[in-house]
């Protein structure tokens, strides 16, 4: 990536949406000039007069490009941006497996950053959208490791932490944690609807877990119809397993089976209390420094081992060797994690080097 301050570097955007705007915006804070592009022309001139972006022309040159179209039209959006220009291209597409496997290109990574606002549009574009989010990437065997590199470095400087994922891996898990939650809120939305015309107190009553757990049924329909289509299987294997679970708890209610219940419940909260959270800065940190080896997907490879173990990483850059022109990954992270780090780079066969800064 370009690090001199006194040379502009440039970055395309095709689609202004929510997302599409808040990189926009974020892009622009981090000394990138943003050109973007967008199917509808009054979202391309309400962008360019608020400065969201410098104009509706694709840079040939830019160094990343970003593709925030919902995601039935986004392979068509990759495929012309990499026509368009000779950097790197990446997408923030929910559902990763066909768009995938429908693109090669080594220039090409899958991205879908974990972010978003119950606002729409570039009403809500928010230049910190992605700050403190996880991006998950899903590189295929035909991307390059300077592609993963030098998408996941400005993902990076974004404020986003960096996870590696399979696209089929990463496709099973949204299915579980986002795809199917908004179809159950939506359903149960409807239900109370339902139920509403009957009591028509019930709606004004309804406030607490209720409104927090309903709260994303109110995004917009439109996206979530591609969303089920593109991840069709894997949200109905989630679907299923989620409709045995409830018909399983359902019986435990039925015959009135406390201690089943207390368990289940018990497992629930000690599980929600368990959940990772973002972890701060810490004031004890180690550098590792690991050559890339000579083999496709070695730095994908490095931020998977990462997300396996749990690794928090505070910082990277990749830098040439000085042995030839093969790169290195030089990572910041938990002094207390590095051991751990350590040890699983050395079982996948990395070289790793640790100089602790504190």
């Known amino acids: 990536m370009n690090s001199d301050p006194q040379i502009l570097r440039h970055a395309n955007v095709v689609g202004l949406g929510l997302i599409g705007g808040s990189l926009c915006l974020a892009l622009k804070e981090k000394g990138f000039s943003v050109h973007g592009t967008d199917s509808d022309p009054a979202r391309i001139q309400l962008a360019i007069e608020r400065g969201i972006i410098e104009d509706n022309e694709m840079h040939e040159a830019a160094e990343i490009g970003f593709v925030a179209t919902p995601v039935a039209a986004s392979i068509q959006a990759i495929r012309r941006l990499l026509v368009e220009m000779t950097g790197f291209v990446t997408d ?90 908004h179809l159950t809120a939506a359903t149960l939305m409807g239900l109370a609807d339902e139920r509403s015309e009957e009591h028509f107190a019930l709606l004004r009553l309804a406030a607490g877990g209720f409104r927090d757990m309903t709260r994303i049924a109110s995004g917009r329909t439109d996206i979530w119809l591609d969303i089920c289509q593109q991840n069709r299987t894997a949200i109905v294997s989630a679907l299923d397993s989620l409709i045995a679970g409830l018909s399983k708890i359902r019986q435990v209610v039925e015959d009135q089976d406390r201690p089943a219940l207390t368990a289940h419940l018990d497992r629930a909260r000690q599980a929600r209390m368990n959940l990772p959270s973002r972890v701060g800065p810490s004031a004890e940190l180690a550098e590792v420094r690991i050559p890339i080896p000579d083999r496709p997907g070695a730095a994908a490879d490095v931020f998977a081992l990462a ?52």
Not at 308 to 322: A, K, M, Q, R, T
Not at 325 to 338: F, K, Y
């Open 92 to 181: 923030v597409g929910s559902v990763k497996s066909d768009i995938v496997t429908s693109i090669n290109s080594d220039r090409f990574v899958g991205g879908h950053p974990m972010a978003g606002s119950e606002l729409d549009g570039l009403d809500g574009a928010d230049a910190t959208m992605f700050e403190g989010a996880v991006w998950v990437l899903t590189p295929s065997s035909e991307t390059s490791d300077a592609a993963f590199a030098a998408v996941a470095g400005t993902i990076s400087r974004l404020g986003a932490d960096v996870v590696a994922l399979a696209p089929k891996q990463h496709d099973e898990l949204v299915a579980l944690i986002s795809h199917v939650p």
């Open 307 to 358: 997300g396996e173990l749990g690794v928090n990483i505070f910082d990277f850059e990749v830098v040439h060797s000085l042995e030839g022109d093969r790169g290195i990954i030089v990572m910041v992270v938990d002094n207390h994690q590095v051991d751990l780090f350590k040890g699983g780079l050395l079982a996948r066969t990395f070289r790793p080097a640790i100089n602790r800064l504190s």
